[in-house]
């Protein structure tokens, strides 16, 4: 009786004109509807993304005024489940959030640490779509990572700021489900005061439009992106826009403080991605480029389309390994972090690549120069094809991930090594990878037994023999 009259009441709420609410299964057989996990299954990061849905789109709007650091956002999430849900959870630090919707109706929402969960007014059923709208407002906190990760994030600068969110900083300055495995396309509306550029990932989605003082800078991703590429850079920049001699648009921006520098990332960034595409198959995105910026990071980020150095000018061997990562690391994505060594080995490789290419040393030179070290070195420790949670970045994951690759190519010869590349970056184009996947290939395009290979380099706690 009282589901009759619920019944009853609800169709009896329904206007005339819309169709009734209820197309997909019934609000009985959701009645098993549970939450998301809080985490995307990820052992190493168990907080890190989300469980029961799948991201296929962002459209971040946010508006940041340098002068008082104040961001305030409207990210709109258009996902599909993987299981009915009664309540899902999306990554986000700081900030206060005013109001969350699913499918435009006003929708419950808690938040513990990164976890911001939110309960849909009705459950949504395995595989529906749906979209979830968050608004939020506040002042940015990168992470500071005193370990070995330093500060990545949303990083306010003196004129703007820098974001580089390298593995998990996206939850600094959007709502997502944080983690690689979890790949959409984006759109981006970034609003900040007229004179100040806004660098996101892809392409320019047309000019940038004033009113009162602040401009509205908008960009789009068409391909899939893992969220730690996602970039909103902003500040006071010089740029220099075209083509790279294949005809890849191209486009180069420095703080003024690295003006000097304008010419040769253009350049060089150019040219480094024409030559890998004829190493590693087509250019997967839809333009290339680099940023500098002023922030002393330390580092340098691979984000999508526009890989960020923090702080210092790069040179060739950087370039040519950032841009490798648009195929090893963006293109094709890690599933688990412990596989990093899928994109930094690979683009550390790159850089021994490019030396070669440019007559500066053979690979074959830099990995007997690196076999060379001492009996003691920490890289013979660290086995590189398992990542550690608390050390991701080791060197051991660049050098001797690169080391790995050279010993393969000498184990296939250059010919099957070349075209094992070429077959990775086409069959996983846009997707998520895993070491084995790698290994299998290998395996399958050379008819050897690599195991004892990638074994003694990847996975053992000491230099191999
Ligand atoms: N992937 C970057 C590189 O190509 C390293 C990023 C390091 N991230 C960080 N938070 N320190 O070398
Ligand atoms: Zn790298």
Redesign the pocket.
């Known amino acids: 009786v009282a589901l009759l009259v619920a019944l009853v009441s609800a169709l009896a709420c329904t206007p005339a004109d819309q169709p009734p609410p209820s197309t997909g299964p019934t609000a009985a057989a959701l009645s098993d509807a549970r939450a998301g996990a809080a985490g995307i299954g990820d052992a190493d990061f168990p907080n890190d993304g989300n469980g029961g849905y799948d991201v296929a789109h962002y459209g971040i709007s946010i508006d940041y005024t340098p002068a008082d650091k104040r961001l305030s956002g409207i990210t709109t999430i258009t996902a599909a489940a993987t299981q009915d849900l009664s309540s899902f959870n999306l990554d986000l630090t700081g900030y206060d959030v005013s109001g969350v919707t699913v499918d435009d109706e006003a929708a419950t929402f808690s938040r513990q640490g990164q976890e911001l969960t939110v309960r849909p007014a009705r459950p949504i059923a395995d595989d529906d779509r749906f979209t979830v709208r968050v608004s939020y407002a506040g002042t940015p906190q990168p992470?500071r990572?005193s370990a070995?990760?330093?500060?990545?994030g949303f990083i306010p600068t003196r004129d703007g700021a820098f974001v580089?969110?390298?593995?998990n900083?996206a939850k600094t300055w959007f709502p997502s489900n944080d983690h690689p495995a979890d790949k959409a396309t984006f759109d981006f509306a970034i609003t900040v005061p007229a004179g100040l550029t806004a660098l996101a990932n892809g392409e320019l989605a047309g000019r940038p439009t004033t009113a009162s003082g602040r401009t509205t800078w908008r960009w789009r991703e068409k391909q899939p992106m893992a969220t730690y590429l996602a970039t909103a850079t902003l500040g006071t920049f010089e740029l220099r826009e075209g083509r790279t001699a294949a005809g890849i648009p191209l486009l180069a921006a420095v703080d003024p403080a690295f003006r000097s520098s304008l010419d040769k990332v253009y350049t060089v960034s150019g040219e480094v991605t024409d030559y890998w595409a004829t190493v590693f198959g087509p250019y997967p995105f839809g333009s290339t480029g680099g940023v500098v910026d002023d922030f002393a990071?330390?580092?340098?980020?691979?984000n999508q389309t526009k890989p960020m150095y923090g702080g210092f000018a790069p040179d060739e061997a950087?370039i040519a390994?950032?841009l490798a990562?648009q195929w090893f690391?963006d293109s094709l994505s890690i599933r688990r972090w412990k596989d990093l060594w899928l994109?930094?080995g690979f683009?550390t490789y790159a850089e021994w690549l490019w030396a070669e290419h440019k007559g500066k040393g053979t690979a074959e030179a830099t990995f007997q120069r690196n076999l060379a070290r001492p009996a003691d070195d920490p890289i013979w420790a660290y086995p590189p094809g398992r990542a550690k949670p608390d050390d991701?970045?080791n060197q051991s994951v660049?050098t001797r991930g690169a080391m790995a690759l050279h010993a393969l190519r000498k184990a296939v010869g250059d010919d099957t090594f070349f075209k094992l590349l070429r077959a990775w970056t086409a069959e996983h184009r846009y997707s998520n990878v895993t070491t084995e996947q790698f290994v299998a290939l290998a395996e399958k395009m050379s008819g050897k037994d690599l195991g004892p290979l990638f074994d003694a380099w990847l996975h053992e706690p000491r230099r191999p023999a």
């Open positions: 992470v990572n070995n990760l330093g500060t990545y580089t969110a390298e593995p900083g990071t330390g580092y340098a980020l691979e950087i390994h950032e990562h690391g994109n930094e683009a991701l970045f660049y």
